[in-house]
């Protein structure tokens, strides 16, 4: 884990921590010296990830989060209160992409199916867990952030939440959501200091993108719509959240930043 002082002080809740963005981004948080409420469904991954963390000389702690949920974020909040005595940066990380769970590799250009195919209970899902969770998280920590004297919302889109692309629509749907919501409560709220960015990852290698990527027609055409050409690395996305929750980020609020290799630029 690396080291730094860039969040020296400061405490994070980060959604969607046992993997992917997440566990990299609960990792560089706790290595620039934030205290770390990593937040996941899956408890094992989870409290693997706290454990790789703790024992490197970070502070973190692991608690089960499913963000649809009002109730669990206000458990949470007020733990992290109570245990912290404040919250300056939330990370809004944890999203679905609608593919089938039990799908190895991706079959088709478009992941989880066509727009005629998608069933209102598939479009409520990815709404819920992507944009709901979004909004209930940001809810919840308004008002120990303003308590504080401001903080830092980061919430996660896509180049989708920004261009269209085969593919799942819902998903396409909930990362705009995402995007406009976090420049709305940008405005509403920047009279507290609490700044709120949302931040739109390209191609990455992740969990959640390995079966697109094991498709090689799939993967090419990802590489080749990347002129940077390669994918990106949970890392990548990791290094954008720690520059916003950083106070080297004190002037940005209600934008967004891009980190795609160059792809929304074609």
Partial sequence: MESGSRLKGKVAIVTGGASGIGAETAKVFAGHGAKVMVCDVNDALGNSIIEEINTSGGDATYRTLDVTNEGRWSDLVAETVELHDR?????NIAGISGRDPQQNIQTTLTAGGLLEDQSL???????EVNATGTFLGTKSVLAPMRDSGGGSVINISSIC????????????ASKGAVRIFSKSAAIQYAADGIRVNSIHPGFVDTPMTQPGHANPEVAQKRIEA??????GTPRDIAMGCLYLASDEAAWITGTELVIDGGMTAN
């Fill in 121 to 127: 209970e598939k479009w409520n899902q990815i709404m």
């Fill in 161 to 172: 939440g920004i261009i269209g692309s085969f593919a799942n629509t819902a998903y396409h």
């Fill in 226 to 231: 990347t002129p940077l050409g390669r994918f």
């Fill in 87 to 91: 919250i300056d940066v939330l990370t």
